[in-house]
């Protein structure tokens, strides 16, 4: 290979597939993926070494994809994985990455599902299957499976498969396949009984190896904190709030999408934040960077590619908001900061699957990653108020106050007040807009949901917050909900899941915000009706995001999200109350929500005061 892969479109593969993950915001291959599509598209067999998380199901998914003969409906394809769960995932990523060809199908098969449905979808015909080696065998045995016409044998997690016992099944399933036909095998681990397995079962593979590289990074302070993907911005903002030596900060998420999405979140809540990534012209990037080294912008949130070898001395931390893929990416993130000898903070978000990310890195780097502890409301309470009294002597310091003096002592004699009272009113006024305390919200505080120790499991505290809230619904929020709709900012959507599925707002609430990492604030009121319900969500929902939100389950029922029609919303404000002016919105209100446009979206702000 000569020049390095850098994008998609520098893979030979079809546009459907390419206009797919240009939607679903990839804009890089990863290393794994890199490395193996070239082979895979040239027809060789595949040995692949990687870590969980590096992004293994489109390296092979892809390159298979593209050799799928849409017109022929027998399998050709064949993912064997070890668990349910994954042979779930993985039929879900290829009917992500197919959602530009038409009349594409996948089917995953495993136990504990019913024979009878299987077998008829079966015979309705799959280019794609995805199985569990035990459940694949039954159907080898009774015939129901026809791999006569397969060209690709996918082993996923080959040595999840050897500890759990499925060795001698998948032998016994590769002997019974084409012997004309190309293989990949890819483990996050290579042990000898996966390598000889490989061995007599591969034709002439090409090993892939993504290792993790070494550096030291050693004026750069590493911490790590152990959050769920739907409090990762809260933690954020709360971090950005009470590190001492903050200045400036590079924040990196795996997708485009995701740049332009936090990117807005940040500044609706008053940071002076850009996104940065491989749409935008590189004139337009050069002006971020521009920005943000001239302190116009605080916050800049970027792909591995658009902040390659940005050299910004008042970057004090690069926040890993989404684990990169592997160590190197790693190292190139952090070394964003502790530029030009100074400190540099880097902080490490660990959902609970990725603990081994973290540990894989520590090892590469010879670093440990200390635990950062998220402050609570109260510290960040206390902070604030440092802060203004700080302002406030420096006020008493330098300005010349008479006028005002004149002002306060007319107020003290007319409404015979104390003079500390109507300090405290003026207090009050001055920090409406960035209150000093923290909203008591009734949930627990993310300081707590923060777990210390990475092999705990985060609670998950949908439900009780659902619980919370409720006895809030006052007349407030009903108002602030209504001029939310009206303005098209909710709208309201449809899920066919309903009563007789024995279904609960707090069920439906805490599926949308585990599965969309929607935070629950963002879901207004839910209604249930016998068969379907409907639920107020933002109206400028991604793609992405109503295509997670389609499959997402609850009660075993997939939500099968979708825009309530006109009749559907009109019925409900009848019912309900918010919404009572004014159509539903038809279209998302925030057209320039970027979601979907390409080009980026340029943000500029003037610093926060
Ligand atoms: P693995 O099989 O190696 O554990 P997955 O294939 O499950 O990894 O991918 C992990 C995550 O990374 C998934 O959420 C996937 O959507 C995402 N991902 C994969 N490839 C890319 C890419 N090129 N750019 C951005 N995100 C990606
Ligand atoms: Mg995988």
Redesign the pocket.
Known sequence: MTAPIER?DQLDLQAPILAA?AE???????P??AACIPHLLAGHDILGE??????????FALPALDRVDISKRNPQVLVLAPTRELAI?VSE?FQRYASKMPGFHVLPIYGGQSMVVQLRQLQRGAHVVVGTPGRVMDHIERKSLNLDGLSTLVL??ADEMLRMGFIDDVEWILQHLPAERQTAL?S?TMPDAIRRVAHRYLRDPKEVKIKAATATVSTIRQRFLQIAGAHKLDALTRILEVEDDFDAAIVFV??KTATVELAEKLEARGYAAACLNGDMTQQLRERVIEQLKNKTLDIVVATDVAARGIDVPRVSHVINFDIP?DTEAYVHRIGRTGRAGRAGNAILFVAPRETHLLRQIERATRQPIELLKLPSREAVADKRVAAFRQQVAEVLESEDLSFFVDVIAGMEAQHDTEIHEIAAALAFLAQKDRPLQMPETGRPDIAQLAGGKPDARTPRDTRETRQAREPRENRGEILERRRDYAEGRLARYRIDVGREHMASPKDIVGAIANEAGIESRFIGQINLFEDYSTVELPSDLSNDTIQILRRARVRQQPLNLRLASPEEAARERGRSGPGGRGAPPKKPFRKEGGFDRPGGDFKSRKPKP
């Open positions: 998609f993950l679903i915001g990839y804009e890089t291959p990863s794994i993926q990687a870590q969980t998380g590096t992004g293994k199901t489109a390296a995932q990523a996923d997690e890819f996050a795996r997708t893929y």
